[in-house]
């Protein structure tokens, strides 16, 4: 079993509609999630993190983190074109090492 | 400068070349790592420095080795490379702080070192 799992892709979002992301893990105590965005050719940047169940919102992102069922979710509203990237998911498991999933192709399409 | 610069962008060697990765935080950070990130497979975790010390080593093989000079600087020298070592290495910092401090643990990522080896 992969430490942090996401579908590969891609995933195809009309523009203007809501695009969402899962991301299932393996250890039960991991503390901390964070989502980060990787253009074509670029470096990954943070868009957000979460620690609590529950909703985060940030704009037209909002994280969802439910540690029982153990997955975190990202939703992006109003996708725009520039939203096409891959978004990778990323985990602070108890021992302190922050595992990545592969990342979710995400393609807004106009 | 501001942020993580990494040099060079591109590199092409041979097997039997001696080359180095440069990684440079103008962040004031206190730890720094390298990741190797192939097609379609999760970033994967090479080296971790805290406070200049090494502190995980995550079985890269002996051909990579890292220095860290200072808290600023980060090298990855390579030497008798395969053509499986073709990859994006990505040099990344953050400022380490207690489990639970918002903030603590978020990467910062350079651009990124595009290595083929021939």
């Known amino acids: 079993q992969k430490e942090v799992e996401q579908n590969s892709g891609p995933l195809s979002v009309p523009e203007g509609a809501i695009a969402s992301l899962n991301c299932t893990y393996s250890?039960?105590?991991?503390?901390?999630f964070f989502w980060y965005r990787q253009y074509s050719g670029k470096s990954p940047e943070l868009i957000m993190f979460i620690y609590s169940n529950g909703d985060k919102e940030d704009g037209r992102f909002t994280a969802q983190l439910n540690k029982a069922s153990q997955y975190v979710s990202l939703l992006i509203r109003d996708s725009q074109p520039s939203d096409s990237a891959t978004y990778l998911c990323a985990v602070m498991t108890r021992w302190g090492k922050l595992q990545f999933g592969a990342g979710t192709q995400v393609v807004v399409t106009p | 400068e501001t942020g993580v610069t990494q040099t060079p962008r591109h590199l092409v060697m041979g097997m039997t070349n001696k080359k180095s990765l440069k990684c440079e935080q103008h962040?004031?950070?206190?730890?720094m790592y390298w990741y190797k990130q192939s097609a379609k497979k999760p970033l994967e975790l090479m080296f971790v420095?805290?406070?200049?010390?090494?502190?995980e080593n995550n079985s890269v093989p002996s051909r990579f080795s890292p220095e860290c000079p200072n808290s600023s600087h980060l090298f990855l020298h390579l030497h008798t490379l395969q053509p499986e070592d073709s990859a994006l290495y990505l040099c990344?910092?953050?400022?380490?702080?207690?489990?639970?401090?918002?903030?603590?643990?978020?990467?910062?990522f350079g651009a990124g070192s595009r290595l083929t080896v021939l």
């Open positions: 962040l004031g950070h206190n730890a």
């Open positions: 420095y805290s406070l200049e010390e090494r502190v």
């Open positions: 250890d039960r105590g991991s503390q901390s």
């Open positions: 990344a910092s953050s400022q380490e702080s207690d489990m639970g401090t918002s903030g603590a643990n978020v990467l910062t």
